[in-house]
Structures are given as C-alpha cells and as structure tokens.
C-alpha cells in the first residue's frame, strides 16, 4: 500500500499541471468514459469481482506526439468474489460493500491522424502509474473488512466461534500502487468539438495483501478537443 500523504500532493500537482495547460496554445482532450474490468486469479486462489467502471480522463499535448493525461476512476465493487468470511465483524452481519477510486498520470504516444470522411482517426499507445483507494460503504459503523481470515465460523460442534485463522483486514482508505498500459483510437472533431473514444488497457495491482493482481480494462466514451498542437 502507498500513503495516502503521498496521493493528495499528486492529485493536487495534476490538476495544476492540467489546467496551466489548458490555459496555453497546445490542444486538450477531455474524455467522459464508461467500461468494464475482468480481474485474473490471484495466487491465493481469490479474485475480484467483475464490475463497471466509469471515469474522466483530460490530456494535454506536449509535443506533436506527446500527450500527458490525467485520470480518475470509479469502481463501485472493490470486493472479492469469494469473501474468506462472510460474517464480517460479527456472525449474522454481511459484508460492507467496497467502492473503489482510481487515478492515474499517463503518457500517450499518438502515432499521426488520419482523415476518415468528415472525422480523424488518432491511434495511440498508452502507459502510467497512479493509486486505487477502497471506500467502505459507512465506514463511520464499519471501517474495516476482511480479505482473509478473521470474523467468526462454525466449528465443527456447530458453535459460533472466532476464525482462528492469520487475518487481512482492508480498511476504509487504504491506497494501493496500480500501473496501466494499452492503447485505443480516436475518431476526433466528428461534430465539431466533439468526437469518440475507444480505450483498451490492462490494469495491475502489484502489492495486494502480498498478492498481484491485473486486470483487462477496456472503455468508450465521447471527446472533446480544443486547441492546437
């Protein structure tokens, strides 16, 4: 996990870095985005739901390829599909639900534009870094959850029982380093300003509990452009 001392400082310098380049000549993008993620096994045998993803992400050129682009994401279930306890923190209590914040710098490399009846299509290559923070649903009455072991079980008596096995507990802001990479097109100024997006990334956790996870990430979505490069 990484510090969430550490995150706030780089949302803070993204979001200035963002907009003193939209304040000069070099064109932005801002691309409203909706997608989906599909997580592989992890070595303990666990995995994370499959969800919807849905997000911003704003770029600015740096050169006649380059681009610099932040981005933020919403993942509504940052849970496991197989719970290693389902009475969490007590027998008969389920579960809290997990959202998930994501955040991403990136470099993009364009690789020229192409004129396709009144639009131009823009394939792109894509690669950054950035941090995942859980939320628990009321985490004011229920700030942690178990990723393994912990909580109560039924032993074989059938008593309710306190789980005697090695315990993870997630809690409420707990960040975790993530690295993406992947690529798309653009088919921009369709009507005017206004264009398509088609995003396709993997998505990896390094450091979950000791355990790396990745995931297949793709997203679509509107975008606009302004400016020149």
Partial sequence: MISKVLVRPALVALLLLVFAASLSAQRVEIYPNAGYMWADTMNNGQRFKSDAVVGMKTGVFVGPHGQIEGSFGYLNHFELRQPPNPFNPA?????????????????????????????????????????????????????????????????????VVPNPGRSKVLSSGDTFLTFNYGGGIKFLNVAGPMGFRFDVRGRTLPNFFGETTTWFEPSAGITFSWGER
């Avoid at 950035?130 to 074989?156: C, K, Q, V, W, Y």
Wanted: aromatic residues 12%; hydrophobic residues 40%; without cysteine.
């Fill in 91 to 159: 027998f008969g209590v389920v579960q809290p639900t997990v959202h998930g914040f994501m955040y991403d710098l990136n470099t993009n490399y364009n690789f020229g534009e192409r004129q396709f009846l009144n639009s131009r299509i823009a394939p792109f290559l894509s690669v950054g870094a950035g941090g995942l923070t859980a939320h628990i649903r009321n985490s004011s009455m229920n700030p942690t959850t178990f990723i393994e072991g912990g909580g109560n079980i039924i032993d074989a008596n059938g008593a």
